[in-house]
Antibody, heavy 126, light 111 residues
């Protein structure tokens, strides 16, 4: 599994940016995918997930209404459209494959991240 | 929602065993699976444990995960410590709205 993020950079507060994540060496369309970010010197924060088949999306409260996750399976690419950016959105953004399923034997849902990209840095500053 | 609390840092000597805890603030730790991620300095995270105690392919069996309902916590245990294990470790679970929750991370020093 290989994931390569791109599209990061410097943007002013209130601005927009679109991140991309190109996947290779796996069946891209079969995997749910996520964005996870890490502010400088801070911990990991989940941002959003998109399902494999139905394109169902799920967002962290901190980005809901401002960010949109999408995918183009024909291009093996995941996207994150970020609008109304704020200084606290400054972070390295990672994409990751994200198994999510209901295990009928155990009765548990499973939501985790298994393979990660190298990340792309987004800096929101004037 | 709930929080996952980890110790800020732990340290241990090479060859020894270390355990990192992850305590859930409300609700049972056994309600949802817990995962563990390793992040070496300057690198992206890698997954070491998923669904409480399963190692991702390629992860050495020196790494193990467990859940303890009496302390409402999950633990990552690393035995036979190596200098290459020095990293930040994060636990992760999810809530009833499928929001993924990370712990604050633990810095492991192997000295």
């Amino acid at each position: 599994v290989q994931l390569l993020e791109s599209g990061g950079g410097l943007v002013q507060p209130g601005g927009s940016l679109r991140l991309s994540c190109a996947g290779s060496a796996f069946r891209f369309s079969s995997y749910a995918l996520s964005w996870v970010r890490q502010a400088p010197g801070k911990g990991l924060e989940w941002v959003a997930t998109i399902s494999a088949g139905t394109d169902t999306t799920n967002y962290a409260v901190s980005v809901k209404g401002r960010f949109t996750i999408s995918r183009d399976n024909s291009r093996n690419t995941l996207y994150l459209q970020m609008n109304a950016l704020r200084a606290d959105d400054t972070a390295v953004y990672y994409c990751a494959t994200s198994p999510q399923y209901y295990d009928t034997l155990t009765g548990y849902y499973s939501f985790y991240f298994d393979y990660w990209g190298r990340g792309t840095l987004v800096t929101v500053s004037s | 929602n709930f929080m996952l609390t980890q110790p800020h840092s732990v340290s241990e000597s090479p060859g020894k065993t270390v355990t990192i805890s992850c305590t859930r603030s409300s609700g049972s730790i056994a309600s949802n699976y817990v995962q563990w991620y390793q992040q070496r300095p300057g690198s992206s995270p890698i997954t070491v444990i998923y669904e409480n105690n399963h190692r991702l392919s390629g992860v050495p069996d020196r790494f193990s995960g467990s859940v303890d309902t009496s302390s409402n916590s999950a633990s990552l245990t690393i035995s036979g410590l190596k200098t290459e294990d020095e990293a930040d470790y994060y636990c992760q679970s999810y809530d009833s709205n499928y929001q993924r929750v990370f712990g604050g991370g633990t810095k492991l020093t192997v000295l």
